[in-house]
């Protein structure tokens, strides 16, 4: 009898202090892990969310850059933490839901608790603004006259800008007559755009806008409003489903939180990706705003994670 009460009374306890640690979050930073390197899209779009979600909170925030792996890296480092809600990071459709089933990783579909989804935005096959390449058309005959010449980058295999790269080029027919270097991250890929030392990249527009970059063609449904003279993918030749890719993302932290903290963080993502300010940053940056709550971004996420086993097929990985 006294064993059962004191069980209860053990268990009592703990169910406090529980509520308590829910009720009182957060009680220290909450650390936003953007899985590449300073300068990539991805790490710019966390850099403009993160003061908001701060404000929104109610706590501080800060962000810190973990690459390498194509992001694999951060997702396997953050899937073995604690769920407490002090660490997530901002997983892109090809960290989440690619990278785990073309590599040998220690995260894979039920690794996270999503807690919202930010942006979803096309991307595009771009040059130099200095490359003599004005059309597409250039670039097929450019590759067809010099086989084995002409170098496409990616910030790693298996990411979105791989994929960007192989579906532009394998859509076209030329992909077997070019070279593939990869890098750890969009940052230094297009330094290396810059400097002529590749020749194509694909990324979305937040960061081909952060250069002197010229668009030959869109994976997009249809032309985006800031570069209406840039044909879509589809409308090049390129047919599905490699005629259209989205670089989509959002926050996640190790499976097991508590749903009183997952309310807790959902309320604040929602409310700073709302806020003035960040609606100011994508419009400066071209970035798509794409929320989506916890429940319903873990049944998106979800979907995609079987659906882009088809995409990973098609771009032979």
């Not at 297009?190 to 081909?208: R, S, V, Y």
């Amino acid at each position: 009898m006294k064993f059962h009460h004191l069980i209860a009374g053990v268990l009592g306890a703990a169910m406090a202090a529980t509520s308590a640690s829910a009720q009182d979050f957060p009680e220290r930073p909450i650390n936003l892990i953007a899985p590449f390197n300073a300068g990539g899209g991805t790490d710019l779009l966390l850099r403009g969310l993160a003061p908001h979600f701060a404000e929104a909170i109610g706590g501080d925030v800060f962000v810190s850059n973990m690459a390498g792996g194509s992001g694999t890296v951060a997702a396997s480092a953050l899937q073995g933490q604690r769920p407490d809600g002090y660490q997530m990071a901002y997983m892109s459709v090809t960290v989440s839901t690619i990278q785990p089933q073309i590599k040998n990783v220690p995260y894979g579909l039920d690794s996270w608790t999503p807690i919202c989804s930010v942006a979803a935005s096309p991307t595009l096959l771009f040059v130099s603004n200095d490359s003599p390449f004005q059309s597409v058309d250039d670039v097929v005959a450019a590759v067809k006259a010099e086989p084995g010449k002409y170098v496409f980058g990616s910030s790693g295999p298996g990411a979105i800008t791989h994929l960007t790269m192989v579906s532009a080029f394998a859509g076209l027919g030329i992909i077997d007559d070019m070279k593939h270097l990869p890098f750890q991250g969009s940052g230094p890929a297009i330094k290396e755009l810059t400097a002529g030392n590749i020749q194509f990249f694909g990324d979305t527009e937040i960061l081909m806008k952060r250069g002197d970059f010229r668009p030959l063609m869109v994976f997009n449904e249809k032309r985006i409003e800031g570069f209406p003279d840039v044909p879509t993918a589809a409308e090049v030749g390129i047919e599905a489903p490699l005629n259209e890719l989205y670089l989509w993302g959002g926050l996640f932290a190790p499976a097991g939180l508590e749903p009183e903290v997952t309310a807790t963080l959902e309320a604040a993502c929602e409310k700073a990706v709302a806020s003035d300010g960040f609606k100011e940053f994508a419009a400066n940056s071209g970035t798509v705003i794409k929320y989506r709550g916890a429940a319903e971004f873990d049944a998106f996420y979800r979907a995609q994670y079987e659906a882009n086993s088809k995409l990973i097929e098609a771009a032979g990985l």
